[in-house]
Nanobody
Framework: QVQLVESGGGLVQAGGSLRLPCAAS????????MGWFRQAPGQEREFVAA????????YSADSVKGRFTISRDKALHTMYLQMNSLKPEDTAVYYC??????????????????WGQGTQVTVSS
């Protein structure tokens, strides 16, 4: 089992940047593909980005491509979401998640086994 803790959220003006770390407990961090999802009020949780166990493959939603970058640091047991050129429509609670399956990272939230508590990102116009 792995426990996930997100941080780094906050209030930022449009065009600004934030970096969200997701710290994972346990020694099996490298055994999980990881993903970021977000949920705005009144909306369903949506895929943002995912990264393979090795970090060699990454995937992003079209809405964030070119602006958000997902990465992971094996030594620190931490995954990151670097968010640049933020827009008001990026406002949401951001969640990190871990997937025990072997294979390509998934865009489906139902695939993921473990979730963090979420961190609020608010982008003002």
């Amino acid at each position: 089992q792995v426990q996930l803790v997100e941080s780094g959220g906050g209030l930022v003006q449009a065009g600004g940047s934030l970096r969200l770390p997701c710290a994972a407990s346990g020694r099996t961090f490298s055994s999980y593909a990881m993903g970021w999802f977000r949920q705005a009020p009144g909306q369903e949780r949506e895929f943002v980005a995912a990264i393979s166990m090795t970090g060699g493959s990454t995937y992003s939603a079209d809405s964030v491509k070119g602006r958000f970058t997902i990465s992971r640091d094996k030594a620190l047991h931490t995954m990151y979401l670097q968010m640049n050129s933020l827009k008001p429509e990026d406002t949401a609670v951001y969640y990190c998640a871990a997937d025990r399956r072997v294979g390509s990272p998934s865009r489906l939230s139902t695939t993921y086994d473990y979730w963090g508590q979420g961190t609020q990102v608010t982008v003002s116009s």
